[in-house]
């Protein structure tokens, strides 16, 4: 069975950091592609960054890019964001999600985990 698993989000003033973790279990990291989502109130959901499974490149939405770092532990099967200076638009609840090998950046991932609310207060 496919599980995605995220924790760390959590309550955090503007400027501030958190790093999600992504437990993943199922299927092999080694041969998909990886990424975060997120959808704020009122929103849809909205792909902030994904990682290419067969090269490691990683891409990022413009909004998100130079603050929000995506990393990998093979041994843990664990995907991380880390999340640096932190903007109150950035509140949302955040989704692990996978993917094709090449899908990323251009075609959409189609499973996703349940979900972590990431609040940023000014």
């Known amino acids: 069975e496919v599980r995605l698993v995220e924790s760390g989000g959590g309550l955090v003033q503007a400027g501030g950091s958190l790093r999600l973790s992504c437990e993943v279990s199922?299927?092999?990291?080694?041969?998909?592609?990886m990424g975060w989502y997120r959808q704020a109130p009122g929103k849809e959901r909205e792909r902030i960054s994904c990682?290419?499974?067969?090269?490691?490149?990683?891409y990022y939405r413009d909004s998100v890019k130079g603050r929000f770092t995506v990393s990998r532990d093979n041994a843990k099967n664990t995907l991380y964001l880390q999340m640096d200076s932190l903007k109150p638009e950035d509140t949302a609840v955040y989704y692990c999600?996978?993917?094709?090998?090449?899908?990323?950046?251009?075609?959409?991932?189609?499973?996703w985990g349940q979900g972590t609310q990431v609040t940023v207060s000014l």
């Open positions: 199922g299927f092999s990291f080694d041969y998909y592609g």
């Open positions: 999600a996978m993917g094709g090998q090449t899908d990323c950046p251009i075609y959409p991932f189609g499973s």
């Open positions: 990682m290419r499974s067969v090269d490691g490149t990683t």
